[in-house]
């Protein structure tokens, strides 16, 4: 697995040792993913005097870290990645300490993401949330309901304009939510929705 863009571009990482706990999304999909965050501004986000402002990140059922090791290489000050899965975990660690990220802009936290703790760990205003639970997760009887009923309280920690991706099976169809804006679009065999906090 690689890194697509920024201070750590085409740098390697390990991905899990089989898929029977986390399903990595492909590069193809990662790059496919990242250049529509770009065209939206999740990367370019300029102060007064034209400097790139800092972001926060989080990278929910992480797994080896693909997405919060992207939002690092990119400029995020900060990078939640919440992981329970004590293997897994490891692997990420590993991965953190290999490409030789700053000291404090990553933390790793090992919690249910069903629970809000995830959600009272984020900074104010975070740009950025993944959530890519376990297709069975999200399929028929499942619990996808639990993760949409964490909106709310998500909606409270996200800056105006920043956005939760979600991604699921081809085929699972998620709602609206109140006080995010939602559009979604195919890669292959998944979905990426965007919910939206607007800008006031």
Sequence with gaps: MRIIAGTHRACLFQGPDDETTTRP?????KETLF?????????????EAGNPTPFNAADVFSGT???????????????????????????LEANLKGLKFEPGRSRILSSSALSTVWI????????????????KMVEEGGQKDQLLALFPALLTKMEEGGIVVFRTPRGVDLPDIGGFDMVSFHVGTM???????PMA
């Design 65 to 91: 870290g693909s997405m919060g090791l992207e939002c690092l290489s990119r400029g995020a000050s900060s990078t939640l990645f919440v992981e329970q899965d004590k293997r897994i975990r490891e692997i």
């Design 191 to 197: 979905t990426f929705y965007f919910y939206q906090k």
């Design 25 to 29: 999304v492909t590069d193809r999909a």
């Design 120 to 135: 009272d760990a984020l900074p104010p205003a975070t740009r950025l949330v993944f959530l890519d639970p376990p297709y």
């Design 35 to 47: 250049n529509r965050l770009y065209s939206l501004g999740m990367f370019s986000v300029e102060d």
